[in-house]
């Protein structure tokens, strides 16, 4: 008996012991930058001094370092980028570099999905490298830091910052070419499919139907090829307008290509309505 509580008093110090929360020496840090129209995302663990010396030491000149502690460093980009003349898709990448005294190459590497270096190193991962001078601080940074530097509407620097070091890589966003692709766009009118969405809006809503009209006849018009469900919502128009012999027409060519395509929906919506306005 004597044993048995022994054991479970071990058992609950154990236990106990197990759910203590400590902090993480090298603490996680998530960064969201948006660039021009460009969201980057930067995730990586922050390492500190503590008093020891860091690069040529604790981080030595030449190898590859894993840019942080713990997990990859990860910077994410929702569109394509371009990294010292390399165009980087839009995708997560591992942040990794060769400090030096005097440079540093920093490397952006398409698997981020290691903890710390790979076990082997793949130089066909290596999406794109850029070399940077280091620029020496007067005051010395405590804590690793990576930030986002120099913002523009087309570029960032995104800077590394630890103990006397200041390294920094150039990400450029294609701003300019997504604005004036939008501006031609916008200026060169609706879509077809614009039309499209703003009839069938003003038919199901009951507003101007001369109007609604006047946009499904355009938008019909803009199509290469002539679409049995843009004639379907004609044929509702009409209908609704009261004109039952422009709606039986526009049914009747719908129907005709909903056959065609082999569509039973269409096929079903119109016949049943062509039954309904009296169609021969």
Same mark, same amino acid.
């Given at each position: 008996?004597?044993?048995?509580?022994?054991?479970?008093?071990?058992?609950? $110090?154990?236990?106990?012991?197990?759910?203590?929360?400590?902090?993480?020496?090298?603490?996680? *840090?998530?960064? %969201? *930058?948006?660039?021009?129209?460009?969201?980057?995302?930067?995730?990586?663990?922050?390492?500190?001094?503590?008093?020891?010396?860091?690069?040529?030491?604790?981080?030595?000149?030449?190898?590859?370092?894993?840019?942080?502690?713990? =997990?990859?460093?990860?910077?994410?980009? &929702? &569109? =394509?980028?371009?990294?010292?003349?390399?165009?980087?898709?839009?995708?997560?990448?591992?942040?990794?570099?060769?400090?030096?005294?005097?440079?540093?190459?920093?490397?952006?590497?398409?698997?981020?999905?290691?903890?710390?270096?790979?076990?082997?190193?793949? %130089?066909?991962?290596?999406?794109?490298?850029? &070399? $940077? *001078?280091?620029?020496?601080?007067?005051?010395?940074? !405590?804590?690793?830091?990576?930030?986002?530097?120099?913002?523009?509407?087309?570029?960032?620097?995104?800077?590394?910052?630890? %103990?006397?070091?200041?390294?920094?890589?150039?990400? !450029?966003?294609?701003?300019?070419?997504?604005?004036?692709?939008?501006?031609?766009?916008?200026?060169?009118?609706? $879509?077809?499919?614009?039309?499209?969405?703003?009839?069938?809006?003003?038919? *199901? !809503?009951?507003?101007?139907?001369? /109007?609604? /009209? %006047?946009?499904?006849?355009?938008?019909?018009?803009?199509?290469?090829?002539? =679409?049995?469900?843009?004639?379907? /919502?004609?044929?509702?128009?009409?209908?609704?307008?009261?004109?039952?012999?422009?709606?039986? =027409?526009?049914?009747?060519?719908?129907? !005709?290509?909903?056959?065609?395509?082999?569509?039973?929906?269409?096929?079903?919506?119109?016949?049943? $309505?062509?039954?309904?306005?009296?169609?021969?």
């Amino acid at each position: 008996m004597r044993n048995y509580f022994f054991l479970l008093v071990l058992a609950l $110090s154990a236990t106990a012991w197990g759910q203590v929360n400590t902090p993480a020496p090298s603490p996680f *840090q998530k960064v %969201e *930058q948006k660039v021009g129209l460009t969201d980057i995302t930067l995730e990586y663990s922050r390492p500190s001094m503590k008093g020891r010396k860091v690069f040529g030491d604790l981080v030595p000149y030449g190898p590859v370092w894993r840019t942080g502690a713990n =997990a990859n460093t990860k910077i994410t980009f &929702s &569109s =394509a980028v371009t990294i010292g003349g390399k165009t980087l898709e839009p995708g997560t990448y591992a942040l990794y570099s060769k400090p030096g005294e005097k440079s540093w190459e920093i490397i952006f590497y398409s698997d981020a999905t290691n903890w710390g270096n790979p076990r082997q190193w793949d %130089e066909s991962k290596v999406a794109a490298s850029v &070399s $940077s *001078q280091v620029w020496s601080m007067d005051m010395p940074v !405590e804590t690793f830091t990576i930030t986002f530097d120099d913002l523009s509407n087309n570029s960032v620097n995104l800077g590394i910052i630890w %103990e006397n070091t200041y390294v920094r890589a150039t990400i !450029e966003v294609p701003t300019d070419d997504a604005v004036m692709a939008s501006i031609d766009r916008t200026m060169a009118g609706p $879509s077809g499919n614009d039309y499209y969405a703003a009839a069938v809006y003003y038919l *199901q !809503e009951g507003k101007n139907m001369k /109007q609604a /009209q %006047e946009w499904i006849d355009k938008a019909i018009s803009m199509r290469k090829d002539p =679409a049995f469900w843009m004639y379907r /919502q004609k044929s509702l128009i009409h209908a609704k307008m009261g004109d039952k012999q422009g709606a039986i =027409a526009a049914a009747k060519t719908s129907l !005709e290509l909903a056959e065609k395509a082999g569509n039973k929906d269409y096929i079903a919506l119109n016949q049943k $309505s062509l039954k309904e306005w009296g169609a021969k």
